[in-house]
């Protein structure tokens, strides 16, 4: 059982980004899934979740420039970033939310917004 997630890089402001979460021995098509981002110093914070059902929520801070999205038959998820900005730096994380597995999450992957 594992996440394996990636796609993050450094990039200029404005710049986009997809993350990729994919999912393996999990029961991927029926758990609700999410991202969250931790920056230096700062606690890990909720960025998007999306449910089973492919119902998204994306965190007010990101609402209008980060799209989560889902695909079953791959067991992959995405984070799409865009018009992206010096405070999206962070390290970003998937996780499982189906409650089915204790604390699991994908390793990583790092993202860094810069001029």
């Known amino acids: 059982v594992q996440l394996v997630d990636s796609g993050g890089g450094a990039v200029q402001p404005g710049g986009s980004l997809r993350l990729s979460c994919v999912a393996s021995?999990?029961?991927?098509?029926?758990?609700?899934m999410g991202w969250y981002r931790q920056a230096p110093g700062k606690e890990r914070e909720l960025v998007a979740t999306i449910s089973s059902g492919f119902r998204p929520y994306v965190v007010d801070s990101v609402k209008d420039r980060f799209t989560i999205s889902r695909d079953n038959a791959k067991a992959t998820l995405y984070l799409q970033m865009d018009n992206l900005k010096p405070e999206d730096t962070a390290m970003y994380y998937c996780t499982d939310l189906s409650g089915r597995y204790r604390d699991l999450w994908g390793h990583g992957t790092q993202v860094t917004v810069s001029s």
């Open positions: 021995g999990t029961d991927f098509a029926f758990s609700a």
